[in-house]
């Protein structure tokens, strides 16, 4: 089961370059980044509306979302971030370019929510090899860039 859950993963990451260019051109249509990111957060809403009336998913009552902490609710801010930053900076800086940084961002903090355990991680310490995992990543985001 872990490879299959490897291989969504991978095939999600695949989409995110495309995600960029299409928002991108999105933002050239409609005029702003700004725009695209809210055109492209509403078809995505429309989709898993549809697909959570097809599952038809238990739903917690309401009064759970009132005791929930507030930064849980920040999800949908950092995914209105990416989408913008990458409508807006994906074409200026290419895909390999755009996607390589914004990874090595996520590595990166990763490593730290990792070591930390925080927002519902388990603690898994940074080690050297992790680090050095890190650096190289850091290593071929300047390659992708320079050449």
């Known amino acids: 089961m872990a490879?299959?859950?490897?291989?969504?993963?991978?095939?999600?990451?695949?989409?995110?370059p495309l995600q960029a260019g299409v928002n991108a051109q999105l933002a050239r249509w409609v005029g702003h980044p700004a725009v695209a990111s809210l055109v492209s957060f509403a078809v995505g809403t429309l989709v898993l509306l549809a697909y959570s009336a097809a599952l038809r998913p238990q739903l917690s009552a309401l009064s759970a979302l009132a005791e929930a902490p507030?930064?849980?609710?920040?999800g949908g801010l950092f995914g209105g971030v990416f989408v913008t930053a990458a409508a807006t900076l994906?074409?200026?800086?290419?895909?390999?370019?755009f996607i390589s940084v914004t990874i090595a961002?996520?590595?990166?903090?990763?490593?730290?929510?990792d070591h930390?355990?925080?927002v519902g991680f388990a603690e898994r310490p940074l080690?050297?090899?992790?680090?050095?995992?890190?650096?190289?990543?850091v290593a071929g985001v300047l390659l992708v860039r320079k050449f």
């Not at 507030?70 to 920040?74: A, D, L, P, R, S």
């Open 70 to 74: 507030w930064w849980v609710w920040v």
């Open 3 to 16: 490879w299959f859950y490897l291989l969504v993963c991978l095939l999600a990451g695949a989409l995110m």
């Open 105 to 113: 961002g996520q590595v990166l903090v990763s490593i730290l929510l």
């Open 127 to 137: 080690t050297p090899l992790r680090l050095l995992g890190a650096l190289l990543l």
């Open 90 to 97: 994906a074409p200026r800086l290419g895909a390999a370019t």
């Open 116 to 118: 930390f355990g925080v």
